[in-house]
């Protein structure tokens, strides 16, 4: 899942492509988040792992090998990969992200996804406030458009709503705020899949769609602080829908 709306695609449970390497890179990874190879442990050896999952030796290395660049584990002479702590985790990697949509998250953990979040969009709308064209413009109210049409999908919603901040981010100039798209994704995908009353679920997202709407007024209109505080609110209003129902776990250390 490294491609931007692959995480909200999976919502409908739809299969997604995958080759050997991606499927066992994600298996492991996933793993690794959930705590199922728990923090500062050795993974199975390469014979027992290449049973489990299925695939040769060659693809097994290179899947540790990709998951050691992210900071996930670390190989060892004599010892084995051992699973890395997680403040070494590339944690604005998009895949690492994903990972963490499955598992059972620590309410520090969702807050500081929507904190980081919310600054990287805050300065996202200030810039596109200032520096967005016409095509932006125009983009950003299809997308607004589709995200109407789509209230009663979660995932359409979702990735409907995905574009509009994407577009946002590549309207305010600065490639590392086009990089946060991962962050958003997975923000949006548990605001999508929060609670299960399905005639609140689609009040809260008709609620996001007029909010949309304002703040992409506001960045035609060339108002920067009305689209930052437009764009803060849409955050903390996910947060608190994300807080209000999903599952949280302890915190973890």
């Known amino acids: 899942m490294s491609e931007p709306g692959s995480l909200l695609r999976s919502l409908s449970g739809k299969p997604a492509a995958r080759n050997f390497h991606t499927f066992v890179i994600n298996e492991i990874g996933a793993g690794i988040v959930s705590g199922r190879f728990a923090v500062g442990t050795i ?28 900071g996930m584990v670390e190989a060892r002479p004599k010892v084995g990969t051992r699973v890395s702590q997680r403040s070494r985790w590339n944690l604005f990697d998009q895949q690492v992200l994903a990972w963490h949509f499955e598992a059972e998250l620590d309410a520090d953990f969702i807050a500081g996804l929507f904190d980081i979040r919310g600054s990287l969009e805050a300065r996202a709308a200030d810039l596109a406030s200032r520096r967005r064209t016409a095509e932006q413009i125009r983009l950003l109210k299809y997308w607004i458009h589709q995200m109407e049409l789509a209230e009663g999908d979660a995932e359409t919603h979702a990735l409907a709503e995905l574009e509009v901040h994407r577009i946002i981010a590549e309207a305010s100039g600065n490639p590392l705020l086009r990089s946060s798209i991962g962050l958003v994704e997975l923000t949006l995908a548990l605001v999508a899949v929060a609670g299960h009353d399905t005639e609140k679920s689609r009040l809260v997202r008709a609620e996001l769609t ?14 920067p602080p009305r689209a930052v505080e437009i764009m803060t ?4 209003f996910g947060l608190s829908r994300v807080l209000s129902v999903r599952r949280i776990g302890p915190a973890r250390g």
């Open 210 to 223: 007029a909010n949309s709407q304002t703040l992409v007024a506001a960045i035609e209109a060339g108002e």
């Open 43 to 70: 993974l199975p050896s390469d014979a027992e792992m290449m049973a489990s999952y299925g695939v040769s030796r060659t693809v097994l290395r290179e899947a540790l090998r990709t998951l050691e660049a992210k």
């Open 233 to 236: 609110a849409i955050i903390a």
